[in-house]
């Protein structure tokens, strides 16, 4: 009996120590803890992961001391006086609910300060509702629906470029193309999951084709992670526009080329939105049949040699290691809302998300892993700087060809058919 | 909310119409492919193997390591791809199947749901959810052509192999010994047993078939298709479609419910909008279980 007791009293000091030492250090550690909603798992697990990457990447340049690099808090470790950065990762798996219920488990159960994500435009919307409703910060790095920032948001910030920017920039590099190199792209086609970033994107192309006069000849939403995407290839070309403004993610991407090799069929150009294009894995295993598409891209190798020498600076010491591939279009407009935070929970010299939320309204963040050098937002949380050019892959190097101050390469127009490529 | 695919003054095109047939039988002989098994395992052990998808990703990701790493071509290494996956099959009969069976209804649905999840976060975590597609098979690219449609030749010889592999199943089952076990096996169990068969070793031999038929379609399938961690999800809910749409247990039914699935998946694509011919597969299906429930050549 009392052995049974001592044994007692030894396991309750033994679990009175380890909470108290558990208490003192939760005490010591100082940190934020920042969400990273993403699809980690389903079709777009591919650009999830690296949007994860990316945020852990920049959580490393803030908590680390970075001399070397030449970006706003890369010199101290952490902010406000030594709190660290703390990322808890989650997965929506692509699906607009699960964003929701995990982004309200991030916010009241992990206690997550912010929460950085979703990469899908679909899994964003009700996401940020959650932390409207809430009163918390969300920083949307990549995801595309020009609706997001219509939604009149307080607490809502997204850097990208909206398919509406994308949209028109595409129709003025095909006008610049008709009236410079005699073109003649008089008809479109438009290829898009039926999601809220494919739907959204396909609006916007109608929009930019009608102000200048392009004619839609067909248009072809499909289900994601489709089983083949024969019919809808067949539909495109049946129709034979002269461009294709295309919206197709990971996989679908690949499947998409693919098929379109298979009915020995291609526009004279095709303009994808963020999509597989943007995606180096992707190009990887497409290889040469991913040559002569374009895209909208706010980061590339090439572009950041150029204009962007501080992100490849982060790039090489922490997101390469994590992802084995340099940073994509997506992936990296999610560091850099993570660094913008940041600048701004420095800014505020507290945790208090009104006053932060003010900064981010009002002020300017420099950012060097940003296109543009600098991010600001609008009323409704759009970045006002968010800069995209138009670049054309060729041997897995992606070369910008519009606007004309960032062109570094000469266009291939048309695209080379399939059967004259080696 | 899809422009019409033949433009104005084309009217019928001939060859659109043959493309489009084409297409829909290439892709309804993958899909039979894909769920005899499934439909032989539910007919005779009434199982429904919930990781038959990721059964198909498994031989999907052998196929392409095998090509990525030993330069073997998928239109060899499906053989691999189907041994390995008879192995599994079985593996899977005895480790998993077996300790369920007899147990709650549900338990053996439960187990597969289990192990399909198992493979797929183990492929997820080992191979990341890359998308990896084979270069340079010896099919890659190449088309031939048929009255103005351009068929694609890996999909052309999958189709023929499981056109080939179907009716090899349905010979073995309706025209051997072997064959007539099973039958016997799954109308009553244990009347077979007191006929003198051994039908633990029916069960196994079964699971390991239809893992094996689903590891020739995930061999081949690498030729044309990257491979990911999700690649079996639709097709998965597809198989189950065609099996309850042929009639559980039935090869043939199997056979002309997945040829039906491929050809309205193709047409309401082009000819409807390529959106709804998902919606117009599921909607056949639901008309056909409506009014005769146990499906085509269901008992």
Redesign the interface.
């Known amino acids: 009996m009392r052995s049974n007791k001592r044994c007692m009293f030894f396991i309750v000091l033994v679990l009175l120590f380890s909470l108290m030492a558990g208490a003192s250090a939760m005490a010591a550690e100082k940190v934020i803890k920042i969400g990273a909603l993403f699809p980690?798992?389903?079709?777009a697990?591919?650009s999830?992961?690296n949007c994860v990457n990316a945020v852990l990447a920049v959580a490393d340049l803030i908590n680390k001391k970075n001399p070397d690099i030449n970006m706003p808090l890369a010199a101290q470790e952490g902010i406000l006086g030594g709190y660290k950065i703390e990322i808890i990762k989650a997965d929506h798996q692509g699906k607009p609910d699960v964003a929701k219920s995990e982004a309200e488990r991030l916010y009241n159960q992990e206690k997550v300060f912010a929460i950085i994500g979703c990469y899908n435009s679909a899994a964003t919307k009700p996401a940020s509702a959650v932390a409207e409703r809430a009163k918390k910060i969300f920083m949307c790095g990549c995801s595309s629906s020009a609706a997001l920032t219509e939604r009149g948001y307080n607490y809502f910030f997204r850097h990208a470029p909206t398919d509406a920017i994308e949209s028109d920039e595409f129709v003025d590099y095909i006008g610049y193309l008709n009236k410079e190199k005699n073109a003649g792209i008089k008809t479109l086609g438009l290829i898009y999951e039926?999601t809220e970033f494919g739907k959204h994107a396909a609006d916007e192309a109608r929009r930019a084709a009608k102000k200048v006069g392009l004619k839609?000849?067909?248009?072809?939403?499909?289900?994601n992670?489709?089983?083949?995407?024969?019919?809808?290839v067949?539909?495109l070309k049946?129709?034979?526009p002269d461009a294709v403004f295309g919206a197709a993610l990971?996989?679908d991407y690949?499947?998409w080329v693919?098929t379109m090799?298979?009915?020995?069929w291609l526009p004279k150009i095709a303009l994808n939105y963020c999509t597989g294009y943007q995606n180096p894995?992707?190009q990887k295993?497409?290889?040469g049949d991913g040559d002569y598409f374009m895209g909208g891209m706010g980061y590339s190798p090439e572009l950041a040699k150029k204009f962007m020498p501080e992100a490849i600076k982060v790039e090489k010491k922490y997101y390469t290691p994590r992802s084995n591939q340099p940073f994509d279009s997506d992936s990296i407009q999610e560091g850099i809302m993570l660094h913008v935070l940041a600048q701004a929970i420095e800014k505020a010299g507290s945790l208090d998300t009104e006053k932060i939320v003010k900064i981010l309204q009002t002020e300017e963040f420099p950012c060097g892993m940003a296109l543009s050098g600098s991010v600001k937002f609008a009323p409704g949380g759009q970045n006002m700087k968010a800069l995209s050019v138009i670049t054309q892959i060729k041997d897995q190097k992606y070369g910008t060809v519009f606007p004309l101050k960032f062109k570094d390469v000469e266009p291939v127009f048309p695209m080379v058919p399939?059967d004259k490529r080696k | 909310m899809s422009a019409p695919p033949l433009s104005e003054g084309e009217g019928f095109s001939v060859s659109n119409f043959l493309q489009v047939l084409i297409d829909g039988i290439l892709s309804g002989l993958l899909y039979a492919l894909v769920a005899v098994g499934l439909s032989l395992i539910w007919g005779v052990m009434d199982v429904i193997n919930f990781a038959h998808g990721e059964f198909l990703m498994v031989a999907m990701y052998i196929s392409y390591w095998m090509g990525f790493i030993l330069g073997i071509d998928p239109l060899f290494s499906w053989a691999a791809s189907g041994i390995f996956l008879f192995i599994l099959g079985c593996l899977t009969y005895k480790v998993i199947i077996k300790n369920s069976l007899g147990k709650a209804a549900m338990a053996p649905l439960l187990a597969t749901f289990g192990l399909s999840m198992f493979l797929k976060n183990f492929c997820m975590n080992r191979f990341t959810p890359n998308f990896r597609l084979l270069s340079g098979t010896i099919m890659e690219g190449k088309t031939f052509s048929v009255g103005g449609a351009i068929i694609s030749v890996p999909q052309f010889v999958t189709a023929v192999f499981a056109l080939v592999v179907v009716m090899l199943v349905f010979w073995l089952v309706k025209k051997t010994r072997l064959g007539w076990a099973i039958q016997a096996t799954a109308m009553d169990k244990e009347a077979a047993e007191l006929m003198g068969i051994d039908t633990e070793k029916i069960y196994l031999f079964v699971f390991g078939l239809g893992g094996a038929c689903v590891g020739i379609a995930g061999g081949l399938m690498t030729s044309y298709l990257a491979v990911h961690p999700e690649v079996g999800s639709l097709f998965s809910l597809i198989s189950f479609v065609v099996v309850a749409l042929g009639g559980f247990g039935s090869i043939q039914g199997a056979l002309l419910a997945a040829l039906l699935i491929g050809l309205v998946e193709s047409f309401a694509g082009f000819y409807i909008a390529a959106v709804v011919k998902y919606v117009a597969v599921f909607a056949i299906y639901l008309i056909v279980i409506l009014v005769r429930p146990k499906g085509l050549f269901g008992w």
């Open positions: 980690l798992t389903g079709p697990a591919v999830g992961q039926n839609i000849t067909a248009d072809v939403p499909f289900n992670g489709a089983t083949n995407l024969n019919s809808e067949q539909t049946a129709a034979n990971g996989g690949s499947l693919r090799k298979q009915v020995n894995a992707v295993e497409l290889a399939w």
